[in-house]
């Protein structure tokens, strides 16, 4: 089984609705990350949290909001959703060192 | 502040010749650097990693990469290209201390046959 798992795989929705992605790890890491990718520009970092109670913005988190449910649980949501945020969605986690260990990826499209 | 400049979006190389992904980074302190891969539809593969050890790294599948402190660069290579190395390749650094990743655009690697 896979170490970090993401769902769903593939979304298509419509403006204005509301999506939860969902993260879960069984590497008993304190760190889970959400990242959003699109083409020439590479990853780049929503949220962050270091434990269930330290939530962090990355540089891009306007539209989303993430809640950490558990240690290995990491759910990212956007409340309303816009065609710009049409990305693939990567959440990752890591022990105490930088090496950071990926999910599949989830396919949005934002009608 | 900690960046990464890929230096080439495309790299096209035929099957069996030399691959070459070139890399330059800027980082406030000692940093980490790693290549990561993604083949189609698919996740993000650790390729290598340097954390201050050999400047030589060497990784999965053939793969190494060489760090230059003098050149701020961490270029990656293969000696003979394989046809299952077509896929996007992503040089990331991260400030030692600062657990946050910075992603180069992604270099996408097209083998001919």
């Known amino acids: 089984d896979a170490d970090v798992t993401q769902t769903p795989r593939n979304r298509i929705t419509k403006t204005g609705k509301r999506i939860m992605l969902e993260c879960s790890q069984t590497?008993?890491?304190?760190?889970m990350y959400w990242y959003r990718q699109d083409p020439g520009l590479g990853l780049r970092l929503i949220y962050y949290?270091?434990?269930?109670?330290?939530?962090n913005k990355g540089e891009i988190s306007d539209g989303y909001s993430v809640s950490r449910q558990a240690q290995a649980k990491f759910s990212l949501s956007l409340e309303s959703a816009i065609p710009n945020q049409t990305a693939l969605y990567f959440c990752?986690?890591?022990?105490?060192?930088?090496?950071?260990?990926f999910g599949p990826g989830t396919r949005l499209t934002v009608l | 502040a900690q960046s990464v400049t890929q230096l080439d979006s495309h790299v096209s190389v035929s099957e069996g010749t030399p691959v070459l992904l070139r890399c330059n980074y800027s980082?406030?302190?000692?940093?980490?650097l790693f290549w990561y891969v993604q083949h189609p539809n698919k996740g993000l593969q650790l390729l290598l990693k340097?954390?201050?050890?050999?400047?030589l790294v060497k990784g999965i599948n053939g793969f190494e990469a060489e760090f230059k402190k003098s050149e701020t660069s961490f270029h990656l290579t293969k000696p003979s290209a394989h046809m299952s190395d077509a896929a996007e390749y992503f040089c990331?650094?991260?400030?030692?201390?600062?657990?946050?990743?910075?992603f180069g655009a992604g270099t996408t690697v097209t083998v001919r046959a």
């Open positions: 990752a986690t890591s022990d105490s060192i930088p090496e950071q260990f």
């Open positions: 590497k008993g890491h304190d760190r």
């Open positions: 949290s270091f434990d269930v109670k330290d939530i």
């Open positions: 980082s406030s302190y000692s940093p980490s």
């Open positions: 340097y954390t201050s050890a050999a400047t």
């Open positions: 990331v650094v991260s400030d030692r201390g600062d657990y946050k990743l910075s």
